[in-house]
């Protein structure tokens, strides 16, 4: 078997096994009916969303024209704030750069705050490589840390576990003794007792950032629980890793964001805590960090901003597109193999890393739409997905057989009366062969398909002689 | 390392920009217009504000007067904890509060562990969100809102913003004048990661008790407590 077939068989095997545990189906698909409604409700309370979509969009279509601009003037006024501030190509670059931050302090023990880049470095694992401690301090990545799984959702990680099987987790990572943890609450509880011990005793805070302000050099930091802004004012180093594409003009644009952000990710009107962050603590501050860095990592993005999906750019990792698609709540955030799930990661993964390495994410896809019609960027995710398929099929990658399908179906396409002909023909054959059960049990080049139901046998002619049909009844 | 990542990621950017001059930038941008804000639960600012920070699950307090508020504080701390101890940043506006008058024994500084309840004087409130804003130094120690059980929070009905980018127009952060950190606190620390469940007291404060001080109506303060209420729900 080819690598490629390997990683088309990855994604629906990961599905299929994801549907096969009817806990976890049954909690994605509560997830599924409920996400959704939270964020209506906050889109039709507050007015003119889609005037506030729109303008968003256009403020991070001039800050992307202008990234020339915004991204050295930041860099310029960080270093100002007193920050250093580090570039890095690559996730491994990144990794490196914090890594040696933590060496030069002497660092043992590192309180980390929720973070999609780093998740994207695979900061964690690197520093544990070198015998640094690194506490995950968002609750739900905590819990993924504990059970050793990444990320399921951008935005609530651990949103596939079950209370029983986070209390199984608490029960063998705290040696707290006998207790019930049966209810959300009392984890919580137990967490923020633990956590409270990490976060005194971290030598190194490190979080990202939801957006950089260029005329000030602040970084943003959208949180509900708060343990960003403790790993961003407890321990003596801060480091914020971020990306170069994350800069915004101005403070008051950052409001515009964070009124979009919170109400399309959680359907909060805003979430608990908002902080920016300027840099280490000043003269006279008792308290806060005496060193901050911030590293920002390209990753490839530079390479989109010249490229058709530089739209791609304007996410603002809100997870509201995994919230509304069926394939997501389907096959779970694991099964995409990638720490960016769902329709925004399906175009982002092969973007960042490569077609071949994540082949079969452009078809995760039912291309209803949902997804662009939430997008708070307005991001024309199925014409991505679509167009990433189109450069699957220029570099020939994905099965033979498939590619030859679509070449043939191609071919049929452009000429309407070959088509209706053998659609025509089919669907004679079909009836024919179903004429007596009134459905089929198999079908040639179908196999997946049969192999879950029966394929209803078709009753009535095709749909252009139908649509002539009532055509010609209109006339009379 | 970084130096040449520098190098060459700028370089990568400029050739996919449109290379424009600062002016030209500054025009363009001011050309986008404002961003529209969300619809106010009231046209009266404060009574927006008492709304949203009761949707926000903190709660409210009136004081007409700075021993009112000392008073505001005490009985908190006595529903709560039947004490009168806190912790309070080196604030000036918090040092001069008639406290032995008002019955409270705070203690000036930063909250260390075992101290449940912290009081902050916040800079500013935000009528669109119901968050309160506070600068970090040293009249403002983290941990105060960070780490206590309880934060209390004294707020004057003249600092009141109708929205959040009225703070940023009128806050002046020029080089040599920006705080470390800024923080808009909208409500008591939560999370949803189990199971989607919300859970308040997530690292953070368990609760956030914000306290008016100035001239609040009992009509404006039932007018919002009625507004917060979810749709359905009366009484």
Redesign the interface.
């Known amino acids: 078997m080819s690598a490629t077939d390997t990683g088309i068989d990855g994604f629906i095997n990961a599905a299929e096994t994801a549907l096969e545990d009817i806990a976890a189906t049954r ?1 994605r698909d ?2 599924a009916r ?2 959704p409604l939270l964020r209506q409700q906050a889109v039709d ?4 969303f889609d ?2 979509r729109r ?2 969009k ?2 991070r279509q ?1 800050t ?6 915004y ?2 003037r930041f860099e310029l ?1 960080a270093i ?2 007193g920050n250093q501030v ?4 690559t996730g491994d ?1 990144m990794n ?2 914090v890594l040696d931050i933590c060496r030069q302090h002497g660092a043992r023990r590192v309180a980390k705050g929720k973070s999609m880049v780093t998740e994207e470095t695979e900061l964690a694992a690197a520093l544990q490589g070198e015998r640094l401690e690194v506490v995950e ?4 990545e905590y ?1 993924v840390q504990l059970a050793g799984e990444k990320p399921a959702h951008i935005v ?4 596939h ?3 029983g099987q ?1 209390r199984e987790l608490f029960l063998a990572a705290h040696p707290l003794g006998e207790r019930r943890l049966e209810h ?2 009392a ?3 137990e ?2 007792q633990v ?2 011990e990490h ?2 005793k971290a030598d190194v805070g490190i979080i990202g950032a939801n957006a950089l302000i260029a005329e ?3 970084s943003m930091l959208v949180t ?4 960003g ?2 790993c ?3 321990p003596k180093v801060l480091i914020v890793c971020t990306t ?1 594409e994350r800069l915004l ?8 964001l ?2 979009l952000l919170a109400r399309s990710a ?1 359907g909060q ?14 003269e ?5 960090p005496v060193e901050t860095h911030i590293v ?1 990592l ?1 990753n490839r993005r ?2 989109l ?2 490229s058709d999906y ?1 739209e791609m750019l304007q996410c603002i990792r809100c997870g509201a597109c995994l919230n509304h698609c069926p394939v997501f709540a389907a096959a779970g955030g694991h099964a995409y193999g990638s720490v960016y799930p769902g329709p925004m990661g399906s175009v982002l993964a092969p973007l960042l890393e490569s077609l071949e390495a994540h082949p079969e994410l452009p078809d995760a896809c039912t291309a209803c739409g949902r997804c662009e019609e939430v997008c708070p960027a307005s991001i024309p995710l199925p014409d991505m997905l679509r167009d990433l398929r189109h450069d699957k099929s220029v570099r020939q990658i994905g099965s033979r057989g498939w590619r030859r399908g679509l070449r043939l179906h191609a071919w049929l396409a452009v000429r309407p009366a070959l088509y209706q002909r053998a659609s025509n023909l089919s669907i004679r054959v079909l009836h024919w062969l179903g004429r007596r059960r009134g459905s089929l049990r198999k079908l040639p080049f179908a196999a997946g398909w049969t192999g879950k139901r029966d394929f209803p046998a078709p009753q009535r002619g095709t749909f252009m002689q139908q649509y002539r049909a009532v055509e010609r009844e209109r006339e009379r | ?6 190098k ?3 370089a ?9 001059d ?1 002016e030209s ?1 500054a025009t ?2 001011g050309k ?8 106010a639960p009231h046209r009266n600012l404060l009574v927006s504000f008492m709304v ?1 920070v009761l ?2 699950h903190g709660s409210l307090a009136i004081a007409a007067d700075r021993l009112e508020a000392v008073k505001a504080v005490r009985q908190y701390l006595y529903d709560k904890f039947r004490s009168q101890r806190l912790v309070a940043g080196n604030e000036p506006h918090l040092a001069a509060m008639p406290w032995r008058e008002g019955g409270v024994l705070p203690r000036f500084g ?1 909250l260390t ?1 075992g101290e449940k309840a912290a009081l902050s004087y916040a800079d500013w409130g935000i009528a669109e ?1 119901g ?1 309160i804003t506070l600068a ?3 009249h403002n ?3 105060n809102h ?2 206590a059980e309880h934060h209390l929070v004294l707020l004057d009905v003249d600092r009141l913003l109708p ?3 009225s ?3 009128q ?1 002046i ?1 020029t ?1 040599g004048k ?20 919300l ?1 308040y ?5 368990q609760a956030l008790h914000i306290i008016l001080l100035g001239k609040v109506s009992a009509e404006a303060m039932e007018t919002a407590r009625q507004l917060a209420q979810p749709p359905g729900e009366s009484g």
């Open positions: 909690q509560m997830l409920t996400t309370e507050f007015g003119e005037a506030l303008h968003v256009r403020l001039h992307l024209d202008n990234l020339d601009y991204l050295p006024e100002h704030n580090h570039y890095a190509d670059e490196a750069i301090t968002d609750l739900g819990i609530g990680p651990a949103r576990k079950t209370v986070i959300p609450e984890l919580v509880a967490a923020r956590m409270r976060f005194l000030n050099g602040y509900n629980e708060g343990n802004d403790l961003a004012s407890l170069v003009p101005r403070g008051e644009d950052a409001a515009a964070q009124r959680t009107r805003q979430t608990c805590y908002t902080s920016f962050y300027s840099g280490p603590r000043r006279l501050d008792g308290a806060g920002l390209d530079s390479e901003l010249a530089r | 390392m970084s130096a040449d990542s520098r060459r990621t700028l990568r950017i400029r050739g996919a920009t449109r290379g424009q600062a930038i363009e941008l986008l217009g404002v961003a529209p804000i969300a619809r949203n949707r926000n930063e562990p969100t968050a970090t130094g040293k120690p983290p941990a960070l780490l929205d959040l980018e703070f940023w127009r806050t952060l080089r920006r705080p470390r950190g800024i923080n808009f606190i909208a409500g008591p620390s939560s999370t949803s990661d189990i199971e989607a469940r859970v007291g997530a690292h953070g404060p």
